[in-house]
C-alpha cells in the first residue's frame, strides 16, 4: 500500500490519494445509527463556540476579557469556520463564580462593558454570519442580587423569602441545617441568616457557593421573572440561550436527606461513566438525587420553548444538564422543551474506542427517539482541557481538576496527540458540536498556577484538597511574546489568570498558515465538515477494524480512528484530513484520517 501525495496535517488534500484494497467502505454490514427528525433549524448541525469572555480578549489592559475585546477577534472566528458563539456571563455580578453568580439578569458588569457594546457586538457577530447564544443562569441569583438583599430583610414566611429556599433549622436551637445536603463547590449546601438584632436565623440553600442562593422554582413570581428575562435578551436580538444547572432547578418536595456516591461527578449526582443499557422503560431509572433532573423542571422548560415561538427565526435553548443515561438527557430536548443538550456522556468517555463507539451509538439512538440531533462536545470552563484530560492516567472526577500535586499527571505530547485525533473524530460526527475557546490552538490544562492566584470556589470550599476549574480558564494567546500574548492591548501586562511563559508556540498568529498547526487542523475540519454536510448526514459503521479502531462512514467520508499500538490499515480514496501528518499508508496509534471514498 502506498500513499500518493501524502498532506501535512491540516493541509488541504483533495489531490492525495491512499491506494489500500483492505477494509472496503462502501461496504457496510453494521446496522447504520439514524439521525431522524432533521429539520433544516441551523442548530442541528452547528459548530458552536464557546467563549469564556473573561480570558478571550481583553480591550482595556485591566487584566479581564471584555465584550469590546470579542467583538474585535470576532474575524479570527469567522476564519476558524464557526456557526455560533456561545457566551459564558456577563452580566452584573459580584464575581464569586466569575459571573454565574448573577446580581442584575438584564445589565452587563463594567468589567465586561456595557449593553451597548453587547449590542455592538451581536451586530458584529451576525455581519459575519455567526449566531450568538447567551448563558442564563436560572437556578440561583447573587446573593448582590436585589431579590435576595428584600428577602434578607423581609421576615420568614413573607414573599421575599419565598422567592428562594429559605427553612428552619434543625437540632435544639436550629443549629443545624435542614438537610444534609453538599455543595458542589464542597461544604454544606445551607448558610444561616442573621436576624436584624444579631440573632441566628433562617438557613438558606446554595447548591453552589453561600453567595449563589438557590431560587425557589416553584413560585410562579419566579417563573414569571425568567420568562421577561429570555424575551429582554430575545428582543435584543440573542439566537439562543445555554441554560446553567438545567437539571437542577426543582428540588424534591420535603428536601429529603441524600448522600451521592463517593465517585459521583461534582455537577451531577450521579456517577460519570457508561450508562445502562438504552430502553425506553429504563427512561427514568436510576432514580435521581432530590436536588438533580426532578420531573418539574420539564414544565420550566416548556413554558420557555413557547417563548421563544414567539420569535422569528430558530431561537435555540441548550441543557447543562449533568444527566444520565442519555435516554432520561434526552427529555430535556423533547420537541416542545429544549433544543440541545450537551452531551457530558461523550465528554466524560475515557480515550476508549469501545467505550467510544458505545456512547456514540446510544447518544444518536437516544436523542433520535425525541428528534433531536446529538451534541459532541470534549471541553468547556469546568473541565480540564482535553489535551491534558486525555492523557490523564488517574481518575479525576469532573469538578477536581489537577494542580502540582494531583496524581497521574499527563504527559503533554500524548494529550496533544490525542486531542487532535478526539477532535478530528467529533468534529466528523453528525448533529452539533461545541468548541471551547483555545482548544483549537491545542492549549493544555495550566496545571502549575500559584495557589495564591486561584480563583474557583472549589479550591477555597474544599480547603484546597480540590484544585478546581481556574487550569481550563486561563487567557488565551494570541501573538508570541509575553507578558500578555496578545489578550491584553499593548502595555498591559497582567492577566487574571498568570498565563505560562511557554505558550508562543501556542498563539494563534503562531499558528496560522503553519499546515501543521493544530488551528490549521480545525479550520480544515470544520471546511471539510461544512462542505460534505457531515452535521446533517449519517453514521455508519464500518466492519473489518480491530476492537482499538473507531471507522464509520459520514455521507462520503470515510472517517478512522486508531487508539491502538498496532498501525491500521488504510483503504483507499482521497486523504482529506489527517490530525498527524501520514508518513505511510497505515494509520499510526493516537490518529483520525478523513479520507472521501473511492467507490
Ligand atoms: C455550571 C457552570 O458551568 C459553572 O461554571 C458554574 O460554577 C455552575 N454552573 C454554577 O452556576
Redesign the pocket.
Known amino acids: 500500500m502506498t500513499i500518493a501525495n501524502t498532506p501535512e496535517s491540516g493541509a488541504p488534500a483533495s489531490d492525495a490519494v491512499l491506494e489500500s484494497t483492505t477494509g472496503d467502505p462502501a461496504v457496510s454490514t453494521e446496522p447504520a445509527a439514524t439521525l431522524v427528525g432533521t429539520g433544516g433549524e441551523w442548530w442541528r448541525s452547528a459548530v458552536i463556540y464557546q467563549i469564556y469572555p473573561r480570558s478571550f480578549s481583553d480591550s482595556d489592559g485591566d487584566g479581564i476579557g471584555d465584550l469590546p475585546g470579542i467583538t474585535r477577534r470576532l474575524p479570527a472566528l469567522g476564519e476558524l469556520g464557526i456557526d455560533a458563539i456561545w457566551l459564558?456571563p456577563f452580566m452584573t455580578s459580584p464575581q464569586h463564580?466569575?459571573g454565574?453568580?448573577v446580581a442584575d439578569y438584564c445589565d452587563v458588569d463594567p468589567l465586561f462593558g456595557t449593553l451597548g457594546d453587547f449590542d455592538d457586538l451581536l451586530a458584529a457577530a451576525h455581519g459575519l454570519g455567526i449566531k450568538v447564544i447567551v448563558d442564563l443562569?436560572p437556578?440561583?441569583t447573587s446573593w448582590d442580587h436585589r431579590w435576595f438583599r428584600e428577602a434578607l430583610a423581609a421576615a420568614p414566611g413573607s414573599p421575599e423569602r419565598a422567592r428562594y429556599l429559605f427553612r428552619d433549622g434543625t437540632g435544639p436551637n436550629g443549629d443545624l441545617p435542614p438537610n444534609n445536603w453538599q455543595s458542589?463547590?464542597g461544604g454544606p449546601a445551607w448558610e444561616r441568616t442573621t436576624n436584624p438584632d444579631g440573632t441566628p436565623g433562617q438557613w438558606y440553600l446554595h447548591l453552589?457557593d453561600r453567595s449563589?442562593p438557590d431560587l425557589d422554582w416553584e413560585n410562579p413570581w419566579v417563573r414569571a421573572q425568567f420568562e421577561d428575562i429570555l424575551r429582554f435578551w430575545l428582543d435584543r436580538g440573542v439566537d439562543g440561550f445555554r441554560v446553567?444547572?438545567a437539571h437542577g432547578m426543582v428540588k424534591a418536595h420535603g428536601l429529603p436527606d441524600y448522600t451521592p456516591p463517593a465517585d459521583a461527578g461534582s455537577?451531577g449526582g450521579g456517577v460519570v461513566g457508561l450508562e445502562p443499557e438504552i430502553d425506553a422503560n429504563a427512561a427514568l431509572d436510576p432514580p435521581s438525587p432530590p436536588y438533580w433532573a426532578q420531573e418539574g423542571v420539564h414544565e420550566i422548560f416548556r413554558a420557555w420553548h413557547s417563548v421563544l415561538s414567539e420569535y422569528e427565526g430558530d431561537r435555540v435553548l441548550c441543557a447543562?444538564a449533568w444527566v444520565e443515561p442519555l435516554t432520561k438527557l434526552a427529555l430535556w430536548v423533547r420537541p416542545d422543551e429544549m433544543q440541545q443538550a450537551f452531551n457530558f456522556t461523550y465528554l466524560s468517555a475515557g480515550w476508549d474506542a469501545a467505550e467510544l463507539r458505545l456512547v456514540i451509538d446510544r447518544s444518536i439512538a437516544a436523542f433520535a427517539t425525541v428528534g433531536a440531533p446529538s451534541t459532541w462536545v470534549l471541553s468547556?470552563?469546568?473541565v480540564v482541557r482535553h489535551a491534558s484530560r486525555l492523557a490523564l492516567t488517574a481518575e479525576n472526577p469532573q469538578g477536581h481538576g489537577i494542580g502540582p500535586d494531583s496524581p497521574g499527571l499527563p504527559d503533554p505530547v500524548v494529550g496533544l496527540r490525542r486531542a487532535r485525533a478526539a477532535s478530528s473524530l467529533m468534529l466528523a460526527l453528525p448533529g452539533s458540536a461545541y468548541v471551547y475557546q483555545g482548544e483549537e490552538l491545542g492549549l493544555p490544562e495550566v496545571i502549575d498556577l500559584p495557589d495564591e492566584a486561584r480563583q474557583d470556589?472549589t479550591w477555597f470550599r474544599t480547603d484546597h484538597e480540590r484544585y478546581g476549574?481556574d487550569g481550563c480558564r486561563v487567557p488565551i494567546p494570541w501573538e508570541p511574546g509575553e507578558p500578555t500574548y496578545g489578550f491584553g492591548p499593548d502595555g498591559s501586562t497582567a492577566s487574571w489568570l498568570p498565563q505560562p511563559r511557554d505558550w508562543d508556540g501556542y498563539a494563534r498568529a503562531s499558528q496560522e498558515g503553519d499546515p501543521e498547526s493544530t488551528l490549521s487542523l480545525y479550520k480544515l475540519a470544520l471546511a471539510l465538515r461544512s462542505s460534505h454536510a457531515l452535521g446533517t448526514r449519517e453514521l455508519a459503521w464500518l466492519p473489518g477494524y480491530g476492537d482499538d479502531v473507531l471507522a464509520f462512514t459520514n455521507g462520503d467520508v470515510t472517517v478512522i480512528a486508531n487508539l491502538g499500538a498496532a498501525p491500521v490499515e488504510l483503504p483507499v480514496g482521497d486523504l482529506l484530513l489527517s490530525s498527524e501528518p501520514l508518513t505511510e499508508a497505515a494509520l499510526p496509534t493516537d490518529t483520525t484520517v478523513w479520507i472521501r471514498t473511492t467507490l
Open positions: 459564558s463564580d466569575a454565574y453568580d443562569v437556578n440561583h458542589v463547590f453552589f449563589q446553567d444547572v455537577m447543562e468547556n470552563h469546568d470556589p476549574r
